[in-house]
């Protein structure tokens, strides 16, 4: 039996999994989703069922940072849905996302904290509308401990810098990339291909797909891999 163990990204929660789960569970999986409490709930740590054969991650962009070493190095497979090592790449690009995080976790807590949340879904979202993503509970307003979490988590954006500890090298992985994503720069996106060089990789990038690859199409992908594995 497998088992799908899937991460969120920044400001995400595991209901966005909803479709996905479904699909998985209909076909006979397990389907396990991680949470960071960003709505003021306790936090939900993912761990793997001993009795599963198959044990397959799927990160969304900095769930793959949220991910303990004990869940990774565990892994048969990985899918990375825009994804990075470094969130923040080298240079002039480099400083102006440090800037933009900087103004992100100046925001929180002010009566600019709905405005920045609400802007950051709208560039997830991109190239759709903020609509076309599942809703964001967040924009009806935050808790103490979840400002706290999102705080501790741009944070961990801003310094990222390599695959995290407990990476699996020898598994089978798909890294899936929108070249419209308006999260990711195009460096840092392209930095994490670019460490991944030595493990069987397969790389789906579409033209004009961003960074909310939660959607049908790409869990129709995503599923096609796993089956050819």
Request: proline share 7%.
């Amino acid at each position: 039996m497998m088992q799908i163990l899937a991460m969120h990204g920044w400001s995400g929660q595991a209901g966005a999994w909803c479709h996905w789960r479904k699909r998985f569970e209909e076909g006979g999986s397990i389907w396990t989703s991680g949470d960071r409490g960003y709505g003021g709930e306790a936090p939900v740590q993912p761990a793997w069922s001993p009795s599963t054969e198959r044990k397959v991650l799927i990160a969304h962009s900095l769930g793959l940072h949220l991910l303990p070493k004990t869940v990774l190095e565990k892994a048969d497979a990985v899918v990375l849905l825009g994804s990075f090592s470094a969130f923040v790449p080298s240079g002039r690009a480099g400083r102006a996302v440090a800037a933009a995080l900087q103004g992100m976790q100046a925001a929180l807590g002010t009566d600019q904290e709905l405005t920045m949340l609400e802007r950051f879904f709208d560039k997830a979202a991109s190239p759709h509308a903020r609509s076309a993503l599942p809703p964001a509970p967040l924009l009806q307003g935050l808790t103490t401990l979840g400002r706290q979490r999102l705080q501790q988590d741009l944070e961990l954006l801003a310094h990222c810098e390599a695959l995290p500890t407990g990476w699996p090298e020898a598994v089978p992985l798909l890294v899936v990339q929108g070249e419209r994503d308006a999260v990711v720069h195009a460096a840092s996106a392209q930095q994490l291909i670019d460490e991944l060089g030595n493990q069987p990789l397969t790389l789906h990038r579409e033209p004009d797909w961003g960074h909310a690859l939660i959607t049908p199409p790409v869990l129709s992908v995503v599923q096609r891999w796993l089956g050819a594995l």
